[in-house]
């Protein structure tokens, strides 16, 4: 999936994550969160493996996690790509 202009996803309401997305060079996460240190790489790692389910090589993604679940954060993150990217052609099976 080619992202094609910056889009978001999510809000900074409780147990939500605001995705912020763009094109980039390779794969970039900016990430803020109260609960980093205990949960930072698990949270980078949904964002990687949603991108990667994607097809998405070059995103620039910054994160601002309110204490979000992992379905949450692969939403949100799936969302901002097809906005980015444009695109309607949904699969959620």
Known sequence: MKLK???MAGTLESNDILITID???G???ELESSVKKQFGKQIEKVIRETLKELDVE???VTAVDK???DY???ARVAAA???AAESTEY???
Request: glycine share 8%.
């Open 5 to 7: 202009k910056e889009a």
């Open 81 to 83: 790509c097809f906005r």
């Open 72 to 74: 949450t954060i692969k």
């Open 91 to 93: 699969n959620w099976s």
């Open 67 to 69: 204490g979000a679940l």
């Open 27 to 29: 794969i970039s996460i």
């Open 23 to 25: 094109d980039g060079n």
């Open 58 to 60: 070059n995103a620039k």
